[in-house]
């Protein structure tokens, strides 16, 4: 897919989606989800040693923007990456950032 013939909706949702993941903490939720397993707030929180509240927070961001789906699972809600290709953006990024 290239990117000039995106339309502008969807070249707006990507950046959207770009944007809600340019956050430290954001980055290292959606890098702790790339494995594909669904993982609840409980267990993202713990992982990544932030407060539960700061976690809900940025979980509903990723979400609201596409970048998350959540599945409730009797009385937790589990969250995953909506799209697999989201672990290739990482990859991009990790490597752009060695020296």
Excluded: W
Excluded at 54 to 80: M, Q, T
């Amino acid at each position: 897919m290239e990117l000039k013939k995106l339309d502008p909706e969807t070249l707006e949702k990507a950046a959207n989606m770009l944007k809600a993941i340019a956050h430290p903490v954001r980055i290292s939720i959606v890098g702790y989800l790339e494995d594909g397993k669904k993982k609840t707030v409980t267990e993202i929180h713990k992982q990544l040693g932030i407060e539960q509240a700061v976690a809900s927070h940025h979980l509903v961001i990723l979400k609201d923007r596409g970048v998350l789906f959540s599945k409730r699972e009797g009385k937790n809600i589990c969250y995953f990456l909506k799209h697999d290709k989201l672990r290739n953006i990482l990859e991009s990024i990790g490597e752009c950032c060695k020296d």
